[in-house]
């Protein structure tokens, strides 16, 4: 039996978040084409190539909790088959809405039949054990059909490293806020999930062309463009909605952590044209990469923290609060090349990511192969019409790609 590792702060801190509304995990959704694998087959790969984090649970006492060996860890409890029925995002949103066991290491993978002897996983994974660049790190070790020398080894002394300021990242987007935002409300334990895919190198070359613009630049105006038609048709009111762009300040072989931070970009709703909204968002964007928002972030909070706890709280609810921003947009590289899992190939690769507190929608980007997956969560108590913003972002990609003559 290995020996139990304490949890940090930071651990603790990811954990108390989750609450009756809150879920503290993520979702990665991999649709697989026909061939896919057995519910046994994918138990006896998946417990044949599993690293040590992923079996250890939560132990220790309440005053010191801690990692420690999983002695009676099954494969069963961790790999299964859900018998549900319906389209693949009413499936995912039922699993989403569940909590994994405490009393087990902390994810779990669900096997989901479809038709013509297609399948899609749904790994459910908690925010303490992984956030998302190395989730895709652990599907490669631990799904991805590639040769053991070809999978890098499990890097569990980089995710120590994130864990510590995912936790602050984390604190500071699920903290309650005072205003309000067409996503602002008390938020349900319900959730509905829409995908939506766009052409990757289109789209990027669309938004160089256009505009000299990033890749991130184009997610964000396509989100704003959905957001237009969906405020235009749900609030009549087109405002500017301030968007969270999670960013990663951590430099490899630094030892004090990963560092996320973020900035926000005002998202201009009521610019109709697509070119224009582009180059409006790549000139909001650059300024604040410019002028190091996020570093500044960063530093103002680490200083906070060391001068005056109670301010730093303070800071927290402000900067958490609807008034602050209205929803987070990410964005993380999958798999540059095709995958498969036993042998079947990875048809789709989706993310979903927990919505906050007063801030019921978030938007989850990741790209894969040649494509670029937008994945949706919301409160649908809040905001519905989920699936029209999914086609509104299909709508504006496909507008920006048009306009640069794609």
């Given amino acids: 039996m290995s020996a139990a590792i304490p949890l940090s702060r930071e651990d603790r801190e990811i954990l108390a978040l989750e609450s009756a509304s809150v879920a503290g995990h993520t979702a990665k959704i991999v649709v697989l084409g026909e061939g896919a694998p ?18 250890r649970r939560l132990g220790g006492t309440p005053e010191e909790p801690a ?3 999983d002695e009676g860890f099954s494969i069963e409890r961790h790999v299964g088959e859900d018998e549900g029925t ?15 066991d405490r009393a087990l290491p902390l994810w779990r993978i669900d096997l989901v039949p479809l038709p013509e002897g297609r399948a899609a996983l749904v790994w459910r994974i908690h925010h303490a054990l992984a956030d998302g660049q190395t989730c895709m790190r652990l599907a490669d070790e631990v799904l991805w059909d590639s040769p053991p020398e070809a999978r890098p080894a499990a890097a569990e002394t980089d995710q120590k490293r994130r864990r510590a300021h995912l936790a602050g990242f984390m604190r500071r987007e699920f903290v309650p806020g005072a205003a309000r935002s067409p996503f ?73 952590g990963n560092r996320d931070s973020y900035f926000c970009v005002a998202l201009p709703l009521s610019e109709a044209d697509p070119v224009a909204r582009l180059r409006a968002t790549h000139a909001d964007a650059a300024q604040r990469k410019s002028e190091h928002d996020a570093e500044e972030m960063d530093r103002l ?38 995958v498969s899992v036993l042998g079947a190939p990875v048809t789709q690769l989706h993310f979903v990511a ?53």
């Fill in 86 to 100: 319906g389209p693949l995002p009413e499936m995912v949103a039922r699993l989403f809405e569940q909590r994994l």
């Fill in 67 to 69: 990692w420690e060996e």
């Fill in 184 to 256: 602002d409300g008390s938020i349900g334990s319900q959730r509905r999930v829409a995908f939506a895919a766009v052409p990757l190198r289109e789209l990027h070359d669309a938004a160089k062309e256009l505009a000299g613009a990033t890749l991130n630049d184009a997610v964000l105006t396509v989100t704003a463009g959905a957001l237009r038609r969906w405020t235009e048709a749900h609030h009549g009111r087109l405002a500017p909605l301030r968007a969270r762009v999670p960013v990663s300040l951590h430099r490899p072989g630094e030892d004090a």
């Fill in 301 to 338: 909070m680490r200083e906070l923290a060391q001068v005056s706890p109670s301010l730093e709280r303070l800071c927290e609810r402000f900067e958490g609060s609807p008034r602050e921003f209205a929803l987070s947009v990410s964005n993380v590289r999958g798999p540059a090349r095709p």
């Fill in 38 to 55: 057995t519910l046994e087959e994918l138990r006896r790969s998946v417990a044949a190539r599993l690293p040590a984090m992923l079996k």
């Fill in 354 to 406: 927990e919505i906050g507190e007063r801030h019921a929608l978030r938007v989850s980007v990741n790209s894969f192969a040649d494509e670029l997956s937008f994945g949706l969560c919301a409160d649908p108590a809040i905001v519905d019409g989920l699936d029209a913003m999914a086609a509104g972002v299909v709508a504006e990609a496909g507008a920006l790609i048009a306009a640069a003559g794609g």
